[in-house]
């Protein structure tokens, strides 16, 4: 288990610096911090994956894991909009800013769903 969460932690770490890198390299100005967006969504990814980790030891909440996950990513989305309310939402978003949250979004979400997906089809 503990094998796991460190490989979490080091491919959300590596995935949002290197994915950081390249997209600070073709956006020049931001009405909020980019860098703060990925670790945002790194720090979330990572935390999510670790709790189904150790949730899905407990039988009684194996089951429903996965509905417990769809939970998870609304409540996470909920907590960025209050966290990046006045750097994200107060102003009109251009679609270049659009696209700019989209894509740390969607670039750890799609480690996020393979590691729960493992955990969801791991038998007990």
């Known amino acids: 288990m503990v094998k796991s969460i460190l490989i979490y932690c080091i491919t959300f770490l ?4 290197l994915i950081f890198l390249v997209h600070s390299n073709f956006v020049e100005s ?3 911090s980019l860098k703060n967006v990925y670790m945002f969504f790194a720090v979330s990814s990572f935390i999510i994956c670790t709790l189904f980790k150790l949730g899905s030891g407990n039988k ?12 998870a990513v609304v409540v996470k ?4 909009g209050v966290i990046f309310y006045d750097s994200v939402f107060t ?5 270049k ?3 700019s949250l989209l ?13 729960i997906s493992k955990i969801l089809n791991q038998k007990l």
Request: hydrophobic share 65%.
């Open 77 to 80: 989305l909920a907590f960025f």
């Open 60 to 71: 009684k909440i194996k089951d429903q894991l996965g509905f417990i996950y769809l939970a």
């Open 14 to 17: 590596v995935v949002s610096v």
């Open 30 to 32: 931001l009405t909020y």
């Open 97 to 99: 800013l659009r696209i």
């Open 103 to 115: 894509i740390p979004l969607f670039s750890l979400l799609i480690f996020e769903v393979f590691f």
């Open 91 to 95: 102003e009109p978003l251009t679609m």
